[in-house]
RNA sequence: GGGCGCGUAGCUCAGUUGGUUAGAGCGCCUGCUUCACACGCAGGAGGUCACAGGUUCGAGUCCUGUCGCGCCCACCA
């Protein structure tokens, strides 16, 4: 069995890679509702993959398929997008990548491109689309979403219309003059930036008097309807009722009395534009105001703002305040630190505008949504964000969901040309409902995409059918997602889900960091800093950054990736790696076949039993049960970069440095006996089975060489039982025995490299100690000697007093002197200075701990009789170093 | 303005309910071409756990405050 030097994950994975998707496509095929997600992407489509996709696929892959493994057929959501979502991210990615301002395009040429990229991309962009969850259907000649996400999108709209839940009004929204589509408000980033203040002054109609208003937008002074004061400023008594005449407009406006107008504020007089601020849309209202549109969809100035018409409303802005200033109105400018709202997609500054929108009401959603939460439906992992869910659901606004693009769902409603009548409906209505006219038009927006990213959890499954998929699927277990989409996507299925569904869409929302580069910044897609996966993959391996990715995901922190962390892990690749090529070739020496161990059903295999166990195998045995059982409740746990770590240690520094060696030994001696040979097998099959979900590849290769001899094993290791822990198989014995022969060969060797004794130099000694520990030893000694070079006697008495050349080290269980040169003494007394200074250390806390009257009567009984029990043995120990420093001392 | 989180070894971070000499990886130092692995082996140095108080027999861990950093929400002209 030939096996590389070095692991070369390129070798390997683009194979198993396949397999993977093979099989989960044929799964996604032949089952309804959602697939599983892949293990890595396709490659050549998705380009720069966001890294937090590549963090969800390896924890769901990881919880998904150890599910399996014990059986439960509990679907996970995957945490990838949901087609609406999906096919906007491809379509964007393809334009972006081809240059094309998305904005910029019209409906016509958006199709024309996506069938250019089906006689480019055919079988991978349906591949993707599949792996996203998302039917796509090229036979019907359209580039279109799922036609049964689009039922469940109206039956949805229709039946909160009927409830009451969604209207249609003319009211202030975010409009994004980039994309000229009205925004949530969740759409919208604000950005703390530097602006100005001015200070312009509004003359008082017919009177000498003037009002100075404060604005951080003096363009909109062109729609001001009206100027307002606080009705209980006693600053502005004697001006009730009279009016102002709008600078540069020449219009003569209200001045009106209203509670917006903070006295303590500035002159505490604000000016009133009704159709380009909420606060002024709301004062408006009150006041009956007249709206005076002077920016348009576009972002320019309307026909309204007389000679600034046709103007950008930024250079309309510059243009207003010369002029004022021209005038002699401009009171004063001053910086002032605003924060500005900007698209989310486009980075546009946003415009308050105010237009005809649909809105969902929220308020009853929101109230049920937080029932849930607060009576334990639904828990959130780490439990910190609840909080933050709490706080957003208590504060919820109503739903703009209306968007003037040209993909998405259409919104179901019809206008009758003749009389206005709106219908909304599941299907095109014949006639109008109100005059019976036949000219009908449906509403030419879109829904938002987060309108049907909330449905995900049932529309997927069949709703409004009563399938077989809804009633095993939903609710379902556990949610993976980032944080930044908790408002977005996880609120708003919690709402939707309880709505139509009566039960909450999943009872756990596990909430991992976002992925960070060096520099801590966010990784995203917008921002462009993506580390590309595809080029680590390729540099490290897919295990290699899996790991690095599991290995920072402590919950409730973001990961940072680095290149280091990848280089680690695939230092730990190629150990594993390597650990196999020793197996492989002593098994070629020793006539070994590849050979399994009978199929363990369900976790770990029995241990060495009655085949003649060494220390070493009981021992390895007692720790790979402790391992499977740290692991297995670290991934319970979510504490994924625990299991990495546990996983880690247990296979390197234990499997590797300790078990590996002492069976180097064995093969030297007779090529390994049959016990040998079925304890290693064994132990490192399950370490194979341990580690699959951590690094799936490469566990997966060696295990198929591994398992060649027998044709009656799961084709795949991911089909394999997970190791369970059992508590027959700890042996503290073995584990304590194992310890003592540790620390003589650590003592050793550690004395050694201080004496700066010559490596190849086979020194002497003696190991005195008591029972146990000379037996261990004397049974070992030829590990000992060929792990630490040196020679033992055992003697099983007391150790002696120094004699002069000696280095010794001690543990409670017993003495170990070297015999050493003599220019060596002086390093050993300044060591056991050392050593006795910090014994001291820990000996007078102990002892002044026991002396404390309240610690003895109040601490608990445990903690007194440890602290007891760790004195005397510290005690013991300087009592030794004393001797060994008399000792160098003569 | 409101909310959340973080400050632990040179760097990046762990540290589940307060309990015995605070851990890992990388980096650093010393020594090793030992026939699985230099993506390695053996050994080592390095921390008054941001600061100040408090609760407690006992605090990296709980409470209060201060300083520094980050994030989220918000119709503050």
């Known amino acids: ?160 219309y009927e409830k009451g839940l969604i209207y249609r009004g003319e009211y202030m929204v975010n409009w994004c003059p980039g994309c000229r589509t009205a925004l949530s408000d969740l759409e919208v980033a604000h950005d703390e930036t530097q602006g100005n203040m001015w200070h312009i002054r509004y003359p008082v109609h017919g009177s000498s008097r003037s009002l100075v208003v404060a604005t951080t937008r003096p363009e909109t002074m062109l729609g001001d309807t009206a100027v307002a004061i606080n009705p209980a400023d006693p600053r502005y008594f004697d001006l009730h009722g009279l009016t102002v005449d709008l600078p540069l407009m020449n219009r003569e406006i209200p001045l009106i009395l209203d509670e917006v107008a903070d006295p303590k504020f500035g002159t505490g007089v604000v000016k009133i534009t009704p159709a380009h601020d909420p606060n002024d849309f709301e004062a ?14 576009n972002g320019h100035m309307t026909l309204e703002a007389g000679p600034y018409a046709g103007l950008d409303r930024m250079e309309a802005r510059r243009r207003v305040v010369q002029d004022l200033e021209d005038l002699g109105l401009l009171e004063k400018v001053e910086p002032y630190p605003l924060s500005v709202g900007k698209c989310d997609r486009c980075k546009t500054v946003v415009e308050p505008l105010v237009s005809i929108q649909w809105f969902v009401k929220t308020k009853p959603l929101a109230a049920k949504a937080i029932e849930v939460v607060e009576n334990g439906r639904i828990e959130f992992i780490p439990e910190m964000w609840t909080k933050t869910y709490f706080e957003w659901m208590y504060n919820i606004r109503d739903w703009c969901v209306s968007r003037q693009l040209w993909w998405g769902h259409r919104i179901p409603a019809w206008h009758c040309k003749s009389c206005g009548e709106v219908m909304v409906a599941r299907e095109a209505p014949e006639a109008c409902l109100r005059c019976g006219g036949s000219m009908l038009e449906q509403d030419p927006d879109v829904l938002d995409t987060w309108f049907s990213s909330a449905l995900w959890p049932f529309s997927t499954l069949g709703w409004p059918d009563e399938t077989e998929d ?52 966010k990784m995203s897609k917008t921002r462009g800093n993506t580390i590309d996966p595809l080029a680590m993959t390729e540099k490290y391996g897919t295990d290699a950054v899996r790991l690095s990715l599991l290995m920072g995901a402590a919950p409730g922190t973001d990961i940072v990736l680095t290149e280091d962390r990848m280089e680690s892990a695939r230092a730990f690749a190629n150990k594993i790696w390597n650990a196999a090529r020793l197996l492989f070739m002593n098994m070629e ?52 970069h625990e299991a990495a770590q546990v996983l880690w240690h247990f296979f390197w520094h234990e499997f590797c440095d300790w078990y590996l060696e002492f069976k180097k030994l064995r093969f030297e001696e007779n090529s390994g006996l049959t016990a040998d040979w079925r304890n290693l097998l064994t132990v490192f099959e399950s370490a194979l089975r341990l580690l699959h979900p951590v690094m ?38 073995a584990e304590h025995e194992m310890q003592i022969l540790q620390d003589a060969i650590t003592a050793a060797r550690n004395l050694r490299a201080e004496m700066k004794l010559d490596p190849k130099q086979l020194v002497e000694g003696a190991l005195y100690g008591r029972g146990i520990a000379v037996t261990v030893g004397r049974s070992h000694s030829q590990a000992i000697r060929k792990l630490a070079n040196i ?49 001291d250390k820990v000996i007078a806390a102990s002892r002044r701990q026991l002396a404390d009257e309240t610690f003895l009567s109040r601490a608990p009984e445990h903690v007194v009789g440890s602290i007891r029990q ?17 000792g160098l001392a003569g």
């Open 1 to 160: 069995m030939q096996i590389e030097k070095v692991y070369e994950p390129q070798r390997f994975e683009p194979h198993w890679a396949q397999w993977w998707i093979d099989r989960k496509l044929y799964v996604a095929q032949h089952r309804p509702g959602p697939a599983f997600s892949l293990v890595i992407p396709p490659p050549n489509v998705t380009g720069s993959l966001h890294m937090g996709h590549m963090l969800e696929h390896a924890e769901i892959d990881t919880t998904v398929r150890r599910r399996r493994m014990l059986g439960d057929n509990t679907l996970w959501l995957p945490g990838t997008d949901h087609a609406g979502i999906a096919t906007q991210m491809m379509v964007e990615r393809q334009l972006a990548k081809e240059g094309i301002d998305r904005c910029r395009l019209g409906r016509e040429k958006f199709e024309d491109r996506v069938w250019q990229w089906k006689e480019q991309y055919g079988d991978t962009i349906k591949a993707q689309m599949v792996r996203m969850g998302l039917s796509c259907d090229w036979s019907r000649e359209r580039f279109t979403l799922d036609p049964g996400l689009s039922r469940a999108v109206r039956e949805v709209f229709v039946r909160l």
């Open 284 to 297: 408006g209202r009150r006041h009956h105001l007249p709206h005076v549109k002077v920016i348009g969809e």
């Open 470 to 521: 809804l009633k095993l699927f939903y609710p379902t277990s556990l949610l993976i997602t980032g944080f930044d989409i908790l408002f977005f996507w996880v609120a708003r299925m919690v709402m939707m889900g309880i709505e139509f569904m009566g039960e909450v869409p999943f009872r756990q929302v596990y909430i991992h960091g976002l992925v960070r580069d060096a520099d801590r910044l």
């Open 589 to 640: 020496r020793s006539g070994v076949p590849p050979w399994l161990p009978a199929d363990p059903q369900p976790g770990l295999p029995e241990t060495a039993g009655s085949l003649a166990a060494s220390l070493e195998d009981r021992w390895i045995f007692s720790r790979l049960n402790a391992c499977a059982e740290q692991a297995n409740r670290a991934i319970d746990q979510y504490r994924f």
């Open 696 to 733: 799936p590849f490469l566990t997966e290769e060696l295990w198929q060489r591994l398992k060649s001899a027998d044709a009656n094993r799961p084709e795949s290791i991911s089909l394999a039982p997970y190791p369970q822990y059992r508590q027959e198989s700890a042996d503290l014995a």
């Open 791 to 839: 020679d033992l006697e055992f003697r099983e008495e007391a150790a002696p007093g120094a004699r002069g050349a000696e280095a010794r080290r001690s543990t409670p269980e017993f003495d170990l002197i070297l015999r050493i040169p003599l220019e060596q003494t002086d390093a050993q007394r300044k060591r056991l200075e050392k050593e006795k200074e910090q014994l």
């Open 870 to 886: 760790k004195l005397v043995e510290y005690e013991a120990q300087a009592a030794k170093v004393r001797a060994g420093l008399e």
